[in-house]
Nanobody, 125 residues
């Protein structure tokens, strides 16, 4: 069984930063791609960024380029999402996901095999 656990969400003021973590445990070897998505209330879940399992190759949605950065700690099987210059529009539940498909450009939810429970990010104005 595979478990993905996000952490690091919280309340931050506009212009601030947060770093989200996604810890993977269990059978992680089959994974080739990790991704981050988010879902605001009443909205569909949207793709943010994905990376190859070794973290060397990344793919970003246009609207987060320059503000969000994905990285990986191989020793800890943990993927991070550094988010800078946050605005109230970034308020959402953030999810990490793992895919067996080769990456890094995996932008559709159906391409991912495992999902975390999500972590809430709230940006106040």
């Amino acid at each position: 069984q595979v478990h993905l656990v996000e952490s690091g969400g919280g309340l931050v003021q506009a212009g601030g930063s947060l770093r989200l973590s996604c810890a993977a445990s269990g059978r992680t070897i089959p994974f080739n791609t990790m991704g981050w998505f988010r879902q605001a209330p009443g909205e569909e879940r949207e793709f943010l960024v994905s990376a190859s399992w070794d973290g060397r190759n990344t793919y970003y949605a246009d609207f987060v380029k320059g503000r969000f950065t994905i990285s990986r700690d191989n020793g800890r099987n943990t993927v991070y999402l550094q988010m800078n210059t946050l605005s109230p529009e970034d308020t959402a539940t953030y999810y990490c996901a793992a895919s067996r498909l080769p990456g890094p450009n995996r932008v559709y939810m159906a391409e991912y095999d495992y999902w975390g429970q999500g972590t809430q990010v709230t940006v106040s104005s």
